[in-house]
């Protein structure tokens, strides 16, 4: 598995991807205009020239917003996921952040499974956060 920045090329594999994964995707134009802002960094994981998964963070000073993590379901379980995040916290580090927060869905317990293992902890709850009314857990991490 070799784990690097997107390319514009990937984005296609990637809007896909987050279909394929997500009940409310990011469209791939919302994935095209965040790749382009300085302050989005974007990783993917790849073997064989397929994505197994990406994820981004959004960075604002000494925080970062982890925005995305996907992994392809035939490709859970396999330490994707966990290298990518391990991955997004170094190369945030290496910007200077010094928190990282997300949100995830209280549905979400493999996601909250993975987050609680990289060393975030929940802080708080946004009640209906999602469009279709889901709350969201946020969790935290000091990375510095």
Known sequence: MEIRSWTYEDIYAIAALEQACF???WSYRMLADTFFQDSTLA???FEGGKVLGYGFLVVAGEEADVADIAVAPDSRRRGVGQALLGALEEAAKARGVKKLFLEVR?????AMLLYLRG???GSYVRPRYYEDGED?????KRIG
Do not use: C, H, I, K
């Not at 209280?106 to 493999?110: C, G, L, Q, R, Y």
């Open 23 to 25: 009940r409310d995707p």
């Open 136 to 140: 969201a857990l946020v969790m935290t």
């Open 43 to 45: 990783l993917a994981a």
């Open 106 to 110: 209280v549905s979400n317990a493999p």
């Open 119 to 121: 060393g975030f902890a």
